[in-house]
């Protein structure tokens, strides 16, 4: 069975329809660079989704896959185990948090951290204190609690009713949060720039205001971190640049470098309210997760790799400055670090989607934000050769797209 004849039209014959893979398959990495079943090579600048920031087979992690690989790879709950603890420690060291709970994804970090502030605010206050303020356009996961909090509408539709006591106000909007975070507010779950959304950096000041009302209504501040987290920002958190410190954190996508690992970071008071039994997961803090996501943060919290982050999000900003100077595309270009967004202007509305397909087919792999936002999430170490190919190319297809004439 191992020589059967695969393509990407096998997709359409075998896979549950909800997603729509591009034409090519993809079938070995390095680096920044992958290539597919024909040999083609193309520039990474998706890394999934913002997940392998250290690039594709990575040496030191493969190193780490293979000696835990070969040690133990899951020993369940009912144990603890080394690598676990260790990396527990790392991500206290590095952040507000001193108690992590492991999960296996984004949503699952996040469905914990809803659940863990529905519990605090119930043993603390009582049962008329649940309400979760989350904001529009958010993105927070694909569970069904997780897509009710998050602030897109169409992902949480057709699938009966949704979970209640779920409130969503404008992003960046401080006046509305003040208005509407009060003595029912539980916690308030908030992107420190939305990824999903747009590519939307959150006011510093906004942060502050969701704070102040926290604190004074009793209410948990939650950051899901689960995109800007480990690095992506330049900073290894996104909150250490905002002034403001969450009370909930939840980590993922970038934290394993591909292997499915999420946490939720927190601190021992709040933490103590998940007693023996109240939550719970099977895969979550396996050993061989834990060994590789340990690696990634030590590697990922070296100052000099967040320097390169933020010195690197300056380049392709210039970049992108450049190629709007000659096609005019752009309305604005915004994020941070190597997190980057590029909203197209009135006369490409709709077209992002266009640009990632000529983009494919030029060599290089980005990501889109909505309809109208090309998305950037290099590898945090990608060399400084394959940027300024992949931008050459994006170039071109940026050329192909718009189709100016005298342009090679
Ligand atoms: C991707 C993402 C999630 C969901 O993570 P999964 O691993 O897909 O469950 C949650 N929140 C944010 C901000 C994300 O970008």
């Known amino acids: 069975m191992n020589d059967q004849t695969v393509s990407r039209k096998t997709f359409d014959e075998v896979m549950v329809p909800c997603f729509s893979p591009a034409p090519f398959v993809p079938d070995r990495g390095e680096g920044s660079r992958v290539w597919d079943t024909e040999g ?69 970090a996040n469905e914990a951290a809803l659940k863990l502030a529905r519990r605090v605010a119930f043993d603390r206050h009582g049962a008329d204190k649940f309400e979760i303020v989350s904001f529009t356009q958010s993105f927070h996961g694909r569970t069904f609690f997780t897509v009710s909090v998050g602030g897109q509408p169409k992902y949480s539709e057709g699938f009966g009713p949704v979970p209640g006591g779920i409130t969503h106000l404008p992003y960046n909007d401080i ?30 000041a906004f942060l502050h205001a969701l704070r102040e009302a926290c604190d004074a209504h009793g209410a948990l501040l939650i950051f899901d971190e689960v995109q800007t987290g480990v690095g992506r920002t330049g900073h290894f958190y996104a909150y250490e640049d905002t002034g403001v410190t969450p009370d909930i954190l939840t980590t993922a996508k970038a934290l394993g470098n591909g292997f499915p690992i999420g946490a939720m970071l927190t601190t021992e008071a709040i933490a103590a309210h998940f007693k023996v039994g109240v939550h719970g997961t099977t895969y979550g803090g396996n050993p061989l997760g834990a060994a590789l996501a340990g690696k990634v943060v030590e590697l990922v919290s070296d100052p000099a790799l967040l320097a390169g982050v933020r010195a690197r999000g300056e380049a392709i900003r210039a970049k992108l400055a450049k190629i709007n100077e000659r096609f005019d595309m752009f309305k604005e270009v915004r994020g941070k670090g190597l997190l980057i967004g590029a909203e197209l202007n009135a006369r490409f509305a709709g077209r992002a989607k266009d640009f990632n397909a000529a983009a494919a087919n030029r060599g290089v792999m980005m990501l889109i934000a909505g309809p109208d936002v090309l998305r950037f999430a290099p590898s945090l170490i990608i060399p400084e050769a394959d940027l300024d190919e992949g931008f050459a190319r994006f170039e071109q297809a940026c050329n192909d797209v718009i189709g100016v004439a005298g342009s090679r």
């Open 175 to 204: 006046e509305a949060a003040k208005r509407a975070i009060g003595a029912q507010t539980c916690a308030v779950i908030v992107e420190p720039v939305q990824g999903e959304g747009g590519v939307i950096p959150a006011d510093p």
């Open 40 to 108: 083609r090579d193309y520039i990474d600048f998706a890394c999934g989704i913002a997940v392998t920031s250290l690039g594709h087979a990575h040496p030191e992690l493969l190193r780490v896959l293979q000696e835990q690989g070969s040690k133990l790879w899951h020993i369940g709950n009912g144990y603890t185990n080394e690598p676990v603890l260790r990396l527990a420690r790392q991500l206290e060291t590095l952040t507000f948090a001193d108690r992590a709970f492991f999960a296996n994804s984004g949503a699952e």
